[in-house]
């Protein structure tokens, strides 16, 4: 029965497996799990630090038994958190390009010569999809033209080639296959992929990035089995960067039931109601709603077309001055207009 908010949160996991929902952001499962066990999850180490316009979150999974708890691999998540950018603020987008730019430099060690490839995954013709094509078509690009480079940021410019590969409803091609020739013939030293992630909340849409160093399952958050892109099957490091651009309609019914069972808790007439409701049977109830597409319908805002374009602009900054540290923010809307 539901008793307590914390068996609440204990049947959360359970109704995202029975749905066959991934939670793409480690610092949600990690919120969760942590919840369910009423302290932290041994092997993970959580540091957290403030800026004037956004918050970061660094969950670093470290042992076999947390990477098990969590379901995700080991290694560092960086999760950047904004919620002035859903409002356009000009002056949070300019601080949460620096900490993305700085963030994601914290995570590899290249020589100023390396070469980088950075490939946008998603759907170019599916809006919440586009985050990843937006990116490349922002990027700065220079691996043809690092020879020319302007004698002002010469050791400063590293040579960067980028790809946006389609998915496979267009290409007939598994993306990792597309990816895998491409870092074979120009054998990078790096991969920097980014692509669309599904929230487990609506206030992380467009206002949440992450940062990881341990690659990623194109498609994994809306039901997608697709090959892994990471370092063992690219054999090269692999650091991944993703914003959540939908939610799966059945976590927010789920979280629409839990806030329902709380006013139902709170209220003494209709406490026995509360301790009355089984979790199976708001499942059932939740699965009869979202019939046929259960597990599978997701949730976007209206104005997806804006905060794709907005959001692709402060990825693809921040991966720029991250691999060229010679150029400044204005430096590089200079060059790439």
């Known amino acids: 029965m539901f008793r307590n908010r914390e068996m609440i949160i204990t049947l959360k996991l359970d109704f995202f497996k029975t749905l066959g929902v991934n939670i793409d952001l480690a610092v949600e499962a990690h919120d969760i799990i942590r919840g369910e066990i009423g302290k932290e999850i041994p092997g993970v180490v959580v540091d957290r630090e403030k800026y004037e316009n956004s918050s ?6 470290v042992e076999e038994q ?47 010569k390396a070469e980088v490839l950075v490939v946008g995954l998603g759907n170019w013709h599916a809006t919440p999809d586009a985050l990843g094509p937006r990116v490349i078509d922002q990027s700065m690009v220079t691996r043809h033209l690092h020879k020319y480079t302007p004698e002002e940021l010469k050791g400063g410019m590293r040579s960067v080639s980028a790809i946006a590969p389609g998915v496979l409803g267009i290409t007939g091609i598994e993306t990792a296959e597309i990816i895998k020739g491409v870092v074979e013939k120009i054998k990078p030293e790096l991969l920097i992929v980014v692509d669309s992630l599904a929230a487990g909340s609506v ?25 892994g892109i990471n370092r063992d099957s690219m054999g090269v490091p692999v650091i991944a960067i993703g914003i959540p651009t939908v939610v799966n309609a059945a976590v927010i019914a789920n979280v629409t039931v839990e806030h329902f069972l709380e006013q139902l808790k709170e209220k003494p007439m209709l406490s026995q109601i ?6 199976d049977f708001m499942q059932q109830v939740i699965d009869e709603v979202l019939q046929p597409f259960t597990g599978n319908l997701m949730v976007t805002p209206k104005e997806i077309d804006t905060l794709i374009l907005d959001t692709s602009k402060i990825v693809a900054g921040g991966i720029s001055l991250a691999l060229h540290p010679a150029i400044t923010l204005e430096e590089y809307n200079l060059y790439l207009n």
């Open 56 to 61: 970061v979150t660094i969950v670093k999974i």
């Open 203 to 227: 206030d992380r849409i467009a206002t949440t990035i992450q940062i990881a160093d341990t690659g990623i399952s194109p498609g994994s958050g809306i039901g997608g089995n697709r090959a």
């Open 66 to 112: 947390a990477e098990q708890m969590m379901g995700k691999p080991r290694g560092t998540y960086i999760t950047i958190d904004a919620p002035s950018l859903r409002n356009n603020n000009r002056l949070s987008q300019k601080e949460v390009v620096e900490v993305l730019a700085d963030k994601l430099a914290s995570l590899f060690d290249l020589p100023e």
């Open 274 to 279: 509360y301790k009355n409701l089984r979790p």
